[in-house]
């Protein structure tokens, strides 16, 4: 597609129940990051794809957290168990080549999943 | 801990006048910098980026950044705002030779009001 999609745009969750979110990048982009974003502050990195190897996870902030990529596309986020502490936006971001250190490589962002815990 | 600080957290500016927002980075080595910007109810926009090169870059919408490596900074300037500005504006940084160098790093980010 022409941009990054992220769906559901909102969702309510129960305190203690799982939910998932999914991130469609745009076609060909090797590389996917998502992020969570607090109210008023800035995106804290959480996971980064290359492909569909996981090479970083050291911003998941607990084991309840989950990540995967499998075909090297689309990427879904789970939280099992959610907390009140989870409730913000998640946001994912693709790049077209491996790692962020060319200059010709930048994050492309989506509108991001709002996650609300009661 | 590495770190981007902005020390704006509000700002409020009439419509023409002259912007500048700070931003600090904590990292000796070699960095790769951005500004993001958030129009309400938008996703994350590239405004501009530094890699290497001339200190002072341009991005979109009339805004430009310079990066001073002796004081850790990266602030963004605009000449002259509009009403349109008015959005959150993040600045971010890579650090090139960290262990986290596949990460882009964000401040907490500065609102941006303009009165018409």
């Known amino acids: 597609g022409a941009g990054v999609s992220q769906s559901p745009r909102y969702k309510v969750a129960k305190r203690g129940q799982d939910v998932a979110l999914r991130c469609d990048p745009i076609?060909?982009?090797?590389?996917l990051f998502w992020y969570q974003q607090a109210l008023g502050q800035g995106p804290e990195f959480l996971t980064y794809f290359q492909n569909e190897a996981q090479l970083d996870k050291s911003g998941l902030p607990s084991d309840r957290f989950f990540a995967e990529r499998p075909e090297g596309s689309v990427s879904t986020l789970k939280i099992q168990r959610t907390q009140q502490e989870d409730s913000a936006v998640y946001l994912c971001a693709s790049s077209l080549a491996a790692g962020l250190d060319s200059g010709a490589n930048v994050l492309t962002f989506g509108a991001g999943s709002r996650l609300t815990v009661l | 801990a590495q770190s981007v600080s902005q020390h704006n957290h509000h700002v409020i500016l009439s419509e023409a006048a002259s912007l500048e927002l700070g931003c600090n980075y904590s990292y000796g080595g070699t960095v790769n910098l951005f500004w993001y910007v958030q129009y309400p109810g938008q996703h994350l926009q590239l405004l501009l980026k530094?890699?290497?090169?001339?200190?002072l870059v341009k991005g979109i919408k009339g805004f430009e950044a310079e990066f001073i490596k002796s004081k850790f900074s990266f602030n963004l300037r605009k000449p002259s705002v509009q009403w349109s500005d008015t959005a959150e504006y993040f600045c971010?940084?890579?650090?090139?030779?960290?262990?986290?160098?596949?990460?882009?790093?964000f401040g907490s980010g500065t609102r941006l009001s303009i009165r018409p």
């Open positions: 076609s060909g982009h090797v590389s």
């Open positions: 971010a940084v890579i650090l090139i030779g960290y262990s986290s160098a596949s990460k882009i790093i």
């Open positions: 530094y890699f290497s090169g001339d200190p």
